[in-house]
């Protein structure tokens, strides 16, 4: 006998949406995939399924006051870029960022392969505050609809620009 799953079961590539987002002004694209736990009914914690396309990038660097992130690699070689350096990731492993680290961070597709991540973190942050250490302009937008973090920690960024080589300027 086989019993019909409830709707809180579903698999992530039945969700998997091609839609992705560009910030105000630009109109570069970042990832695409499924808000998972708003989509299953969750109310306290993001869980989302993020596909990056090679040559893609998970969004622009940035940091947040408030909001705790946690990056599982599910498929692919992706490179995690953390203050500008970058590390190479691969399946199975994971990139904690506490909230109030100020460690600016982006996952950047550089192979020939789709990635496949899952990105957890909180649904209600109220007072989070977040910055960009690569867009001063971002910045200048966040502090007008207030929440540019002003006061972040200080790290020394390496010399990589964030960007995915297929979308550095030759």
Not at 73 to 96: A, H, M, N, R, Y
């Amino acid at each position: 006998m086989i019993m019909e799953r409830p709707d809180f079961i579903q698999n992530c590539e039945d969700l998997r949406s091609t839609e992705s987002f560009s910030y105000p002004g630009d109109n570069e694209t970042f990832v695409t995939g499924a808000h998972l736990g708003e989509m299953l009914g969750l109310k306290k914690i993001a869980v989302n399924y993020h596909i990056l396309q090679p040559g893609d990038r998970s969004s622009w660097p940035h940091a947040h006051k408030e909001q705790e992130e946690f990056i599982f690699v599910l498929e692919g070689t992706p490179q995690v870029w953390i203050d500008g350096k970058v590390f190479d990731l691969k399946s199975g492993d994971c990139v904690s960022l506490p909230a109030g680290t100020g460690h600016a961070h982006s996952v950047i597709n550089n192979s020939e392969d789709e990635v496949k991540l899952m990105v957890i973190g909180q649904i209600e942050a109220p007072d989070d505050r977040i910055f960009y250490p690569l867009h001063p302009e971002r910045n200048k937008e966040c502090d007008e609809d207030g929440w540019f973090w002003k006061d972040h920690p200080k790290h020394k960024l390496g010399s990589h620009d964030g960007l995915p080589d297929k979308k550095r300027p030759k």
